[in-house]
Nanobody
Framework: VLLQAYGGGLVQPGGYLTLSCAAS????????MAWYRQAPGNQRELVAT???????DYADSVKGRFTISRDNAKNTVYLQMSSLKPEDTAVYYC???????????????WGQGTQVTVSS
């Protein structure tokens, strides 16, 4: 299974970006989907989560500015980011809980990171 994240880049403060992460391969089911980020010198932190029922949760630092969503038909999770601040600069990672076969346990998978830089 492959998790491919894309959509990062350089944006000015106050701008917006949308990240996407698609899971490809033979997948039986996807449960929780999430985005994390890691800034230089910092630990990786949870940014937002969405359950397979559509319930969402956000870090306090991004509430009201970021929106997580998912397209179950495409096995894809999105992160819409607006009113971006320099402190949002980080490598963003998608993280997905899924089962590859119905008899497999739920396993956690990480995507490769995508760099988001907020700077004027």
């Amino acid at each position: 299974v492959l998790l491919q994240a894309y959509g990062g880049g350089l944006v000015q403060p106050g701008g917006y970006l949308t990240l996407s992460c698609a899971a490809s391969g033979s997948i039986f089911s996807i449960n929780r989907m999430a985005w994390y980020r890691q800034a230089p010198g910092n630990q990786r932190e949870l940014v937002a989560t969405i359950t397979n029922g559509g319930n969402t949760d956000y870090a306090d630092s991004v509430k009201g500015r970021f929106t997580i969503s998912r397209d179950n038909a495409k096995n894809t999770v999105y992160l819409q980011m607006s009113s971006l601040k320099p402190e949002d600069t980080a490598v963003y990672y998608c993280n997905i809980d899924m089962k590859l076969r119905h008899w497999n346990p739920v396993t956690n998978y990480w995507g490769q990171g995508t760099q988001v830089t907020v700077s004027s």
